[in-house]
């Protein structure tokens, strides 16, 4: 291998796909020494021909973060420079193996973030690609002594079920419990991104930094301990008592809103597997789109566009050269504000919505931005990850698109616990689309 360093050398060019439903995967080189500079191959497969490879599923950052170059080899072991952002390298190391390569999708390096026809190409194939990977990994990021430790809990202790009820009143395990709820709002948990790819995947992994432990497992431990706070309040107790932790009521906050429990949540029961392998009926777009408007996104109609593959009732297309993404619901809205998108959610929601509840969409909380006309905001289209929510947002609405500062929980900052998700209003009065409601915005009328 060169010792040029890779942002040293010529910068690479991604090569044309040679087919229709195609991707690239990327083979991550071994390496004996997890020193090595990391070097990897794009290659060309078709999905329909179920060649084996694993998807990586993972928190992106902000667009302005620093990017690092890796050596990438062409079809004839040329390396060249490839770029990627700086908080895939850890990833990558970790992901690592010594003794062979490993293929993996990984949607910043295997599709031409600068080519918008191929993006639009791939949103359209993402449901494909995370299902037919034979494994989902998911990088949580790099390990702390408290994601150790929160891994070591569940393991060792949580998902002995029969014990629980001890642990849950035993005052040496508030370090554990703080660790598990530390793990539980890591960034990629408010990724709305990742609620299709883990929907989506046969197996998953969560790894952070060297440690692993499997989808299902974790979805368990997260489970009971929500089921448990949620209930009884039990582990706030134990929380409570411990003066390292500042004897604070309600330590965990409203951990049933958290990213992490409604991810959970929605694999286990919304997405889930029969044994024969199919799935059964998904929730419409309305349901996904009010029921996980906790995940956030950094580009607004992302709102919508992470959620298409994953309802029953819409389907991704790809654009046509030059376009950006558009729903299939509304093809017209292309290159319009994230106002026209969410406009022609509203619109579509009132066509496909059971006649008598229509209107609910108008009164239920959902959308990026504020009702308030005096919001002096700068408009932007990034947001940070698990930033507090007491601020405004910078998209002024019109007020028939309900925005989420009429949302029941809000992640804010409460000292001296940190980030904790909190109650700040009241339930919706017409509740989710398919569950129960106390009140009709259409009235008497059916529409």
């Not at 599923?57 to 072991?77: F, H, Q």
């Not at 639009?120 to 299902?131: C, K, P, Q, R, S």
């Not at 929980?409 to 009241?426: E, I, S």
Request: proline content about 5%; aromatic content about 8%.
């Amino acid at each position: 291998m060169s010792s040029t360093k890779p942002r040293e050398l010529p910068r690479y060019k991604y090569r044309r796909f040679t087919g229709k439903g195609t991707i690239r995967v990327f083979k991550l080189k071994s390496a004996s020494d997890a020193k090595d500079s990391i070097n990897g191959q794009l290659c060309e497969i078709d999905l329909n021909d179920k060649q084996p490879y694993e998807a990586l599923s993972w928190y992106w950052g902000k667009e302005t973060d620093k990017k690092e170059a890796i050596r990438m080899l062409d079809e004839n072991d040329t390396p060249f420079s490839f770029e990627i952002l700086t908080n895939l390298v850890p990833a990558l190391r970790a992901l690592r193996q010594t003794d062979k390569d490993r293929v993996l999708w990984i949607d910043a390096v295997c599709v031409d973030q600068t080519n918008m026809g191929e993006r639009n190409e791939h949103v359209a194939m993402m449901a494909d690609i995370y299902d037919r990977a034979t494994n989902v990994c998911v990088w949580l990021g790099e390990e702390d002594e408290w994601s150790e430790k929160a891994l070591r809990f569940i393991k060792n202790d949580v998902l002995q079920l029969w014990e629980f009820d001890k642990l849950s009143a035993d005052a040496k395990n508030s370090h554990h419990c703080a660790a598990l709820i530390g793990l539980m709002k890591r960034p990629w948990f408010s990724r709305r991104w990742v609620v299709q790819e883990i929907a989506l995947a046969n197996e998953g992994i969560i790894q952070c930094g060297k440690d692993t432990i499997k989808w299902k497992d974790f979805a368990d431990a997260v489970s009971l301990f929500v089921e448990v706070e949620t209930a009884t309040h039990r582990l706030s107790e134990v929380m409570k008592r411990d003066v390292a932790y500042h004897h604070v009521p309600e330590f965990f906050g409203e951990v049933n809103a958290l990213g992490a429990s409604l991810l959970v949540n929605a694999t286990s029961n919304l997405f889930r597997k029969s044994k024969e392998g199919s799935r059964g009926m998904r929730p419409s777009l309305e349901y996904l789109v009010c029921s996980l408007s906790v995940f956030e996104a950094t580009q607004p109609r992302d709102t919508i566009y992470a959620l298409l593959a994953i309802a029953r009732d819409t389907s991704p297309q790809a654009a046509t050269e030059g376009e950006e993404k558009v729903l299939s619901i509304a093809p017209a809205a292309t290159q319009q504000l994230r106002a026209w998108v969410y406009k022609d959610f509203i619109v579509f929601s009132i066509r496909n919505a059971i006649s008598y509840r229509a209107l609910d969409i108008l009164c239920r909380p959902w959308a990026p931005g504020t009702n308030d006309p005096s919001s002096t905001l700068p408009r932007s289209d990034a947001t940070v990850r698990l930033e507090p929510s007491n601020h405004k947002p910078n998209l002024i609405l019109p007020s028939w698109i309900c925005s989420l500062e009429g949302a029941a929980f809000a992640m804010n900052d409460d000292p001296p616990t940190g980030l904790k998700m909190k109650r700040k209003n009241a339930d919706s009065l017409v509740g989710l689309p398919e569950g129960q409601r106390s009140y009709s915005a259409a009235g008497s009328r059916v529409f």
